[in-house]
């Protein structure tokens, strides 16, 4: 008979390796990435070019969101709609857009329709004709868009907050995808410039992940990349200064809410700091998991929640380190003072071996669950593109994880944590909440409506 | 793409499946109980999902929280849902730890009420409610699913009441309630298991034998309402509701074929064709071509009883009106009604599907819970592999048929959203305004 009461023991581990890949420079400069992973019939194709919202020009925000995804809006050859049709005849569809820091387009295919696909991609990419209409459209639909965030709290508080960590001059306390001001003013013949200074093959990756040999692979990129646009663009301004600020509330009023949805952060880190990995431990132990100090206090002891959480929005500038939650409305001051007590207590002492390990053997263990899709070991790939990681960066991972220590999360929360700059955004009813976040310390409260 | 499928029950009734793949050192546990909202009792409206907390409290031999800790120390990921008419459970994690899963899971199938308490009941229930204010309350179109479930099914139907729960059933709930629910339900006999990576079949049986044969049988369950309907509503149906948000939106519904069945196939085809991708027929007209819309989708929900819902959702554009809005859809189906589709959006609609259920079956997890889905609504597991074959098998014959049969006058529901009166989005609309 079976121990059922006992917890067991697990066996042996089996080793497991993050996916061999190549790397090749194309002739113009395009780079070629391809990492074979055959488990089953099906290829994705991320093309990554350096040409993120980071730098979008001031005034001109929005416009490398808006130009990754007119990309798809029709060629000299096809217009938008047959454009799709065609992808989709082919069982995909191309999918185009732009973050921070780089713009993509990707598809996934069966194995029969990736040299047709890649051969269509090739065209949409080399041959963009942007048209007017479709430019225009796309406006609109970034507008109509920002409409909506007015009455969606979890956006609005998300939409609202960078504008506190960071100096006005600085992209990153802007919109990503623009406010209704820019894009407004965003023009075609704009949106064709920013295209050729910044879809240029030297600024051009091809990843290529899944069902596939590697010299097939080469065979069918190179038309794409030959046909890209050539030349450069000198990399623009910091995106990221922060703004030197005191603790503060910015209340957004939405009368009679019944939660308030609650942003608590700073300015964090670029992505390639050298202490990357102790603040990954440091922030899984925080509010970056589930057994989290803020998500076990606010959740499971509190009941104030449905989740908290904390995160760092790795970028290649140092972006936001925030924590975010929902509580019922009248706990608001409350489950602030609780933010405020578990970040001061990071800094004030070591966690326990158990809260580490929990990190740690956590980090290590789900590693090869996050590349069991063609897409996301693709999306890892461009990663290392993207922030210029190391090629053994994946090889390396989980043993960087395993060298934390206690001492080494205590040194990055107090390096790294700054209580004293904490600003705080709320989405919620400002006339129940206001006077019972005079006495929690999170500083001066500001009002401001939600339009 | 077939995956490889072994079934068997053990002698309490449990239905166990599993598929094995080595390529990754990676195994996911999946549990599906054959419980939802639909088997919740008057009064206790949201009390599946409540329970389905309570599972995460700590069994005989597991404190509270401490299933997600073990898993997570593991290196695994979890996670719970509860829908009209089943409960999941699952987990993902390295193939070494496959028996930590089944034990957790094991322990609180069979030994859940040891460890419930007062507390952890009050504590759970302030989360869902917090649950219930975050999704639907605070949220603009938070109320689409109770709305829609009470505009398109009968009062005493199953379906028809809210799944998270009115806050005033969420209070009434008890700790009897809780022991009643899981002797009812939470039995071997009522769960289908689900296996999926890297195992080695002889290994898991064992494990799945010795950690779950020992739970007795269930004594059985209360039977459903009765969930048949007919093929269409008969009349039309209107709901608008008045909420906060910033651009009216419209879910027509209509009855459809239930999930599984021949012409569910034809019908999530159709959908496919009407609004799936940017070559959707409402995309291209709705979005592209006229630029009334600022969104749109149209999808099955998949049930398995009674009858399935066939949804077309469509988000104005800040200029268009509510009329307007409900006039152009209703145009687009009234097209299709009277001119039916094409061969080639079929294949367009096909091409997609395949595409999607191969990309699916590459993570360890989406495989089990698809295998417990179909073992769960029909006992038979195979039809994961057979599932892309009825599509295939799918004509525009047979979409036309199932077209002129469901998509007519007499079978639509609409749901209306719009902004409350006041919402005063005008500066917007005349910063749109002045770019036409």
Known sequence: MMDVITKPDPGPSREYHFPSFDEETLPGGTRLVVAAAPKLPIITILVVFDAGAAEDPAGKEGIARLTARALSEGTSKWDGAELAEKFEQMGTSLDTGADWDSAIARVTVLPGNLAAALTLLGEVLADPAFPEREVERLKSERIAELLQLETEPRGLADERFPAFLYRESSRYARSQGGSAESVRSLTRSEIDAFYRSRYTAGRTTVIVAGDVKKADVRTLVTPLATALPRGSVARLHAADIPAPASRAIHLITKDGAPQSEIRVGHAGLPRKHPDFFPVLVMNAILGGLFGSRINLNLREKHGYTYGASSSYDWRRGAGPFEISTAVQSDVTAAALREIFAEVERMRSEEVTLEELSLATSYLEGVFPIRFETTSAIASALANLIIYDLPRSYYDEYRKEISRVTAATVLKAARDHIHPEELQTVIVGDTGQIREGLTSVGAGNISVAPAK | MRIPIETFHLDNGLLVTLSEDRTAPIVAVNLWYHVGSANERTGRTGFAHLFEHMLFQGSANVTANEHMELIQRAGGTMNGSTWLERTNYYETLPSNQLALALWLEADRMGRLLPAMTQEKLDTQRDVVKNERRWSVDNQPYGTMLEKLQ????????????????????LSAASLEDVAGFFATFYTPDNAVLSIAGDVDRAEARCLVEGYFGSIPRGKGKPPL?????????????????EDEVSLPRIFLTFRSPVFGSDAYYAASVCSAILGMRRGSRLHRSLIRERQVAADAAAFTFDLAKGTDLFVVDVTARPETGVTRLEDEVEREI??????????????????????????????????????????????????????ADHYRAVTSHRVNDFIAERLGEDNRATLLYVPRAGQGTEGVLAEAASEA
């Open chain 2, 225 to 241: 309402a009765p969930m048949a309907l007919p093929p269409v509503f008969g009349a039309r149906r209107r709901d608008i509701v």
């Open chain 2, 334 to 387: 009234d097209e299709l009604y009277r001119d039916g589709v094409s061969e080639l959006e079929v294949k367009r609609a096909l091409a997609l599907i395949e595409t999607d259920l191969v990309n699916a079956m590459q993570s360890a997890g989406e495989r089990a819970d698809r295998l417990s889905m179909f073992a769960t609504f029909f006992r038979e597991p195979e039809l994961v592999n057979v599932q």
């Open chain 2, 150 to 169: 009470e505009l398109v099914f009968p009062a005493d139907h199953p379906f028809q009441h809210s799944l998270i729960g009115s806050m005033e059933d």
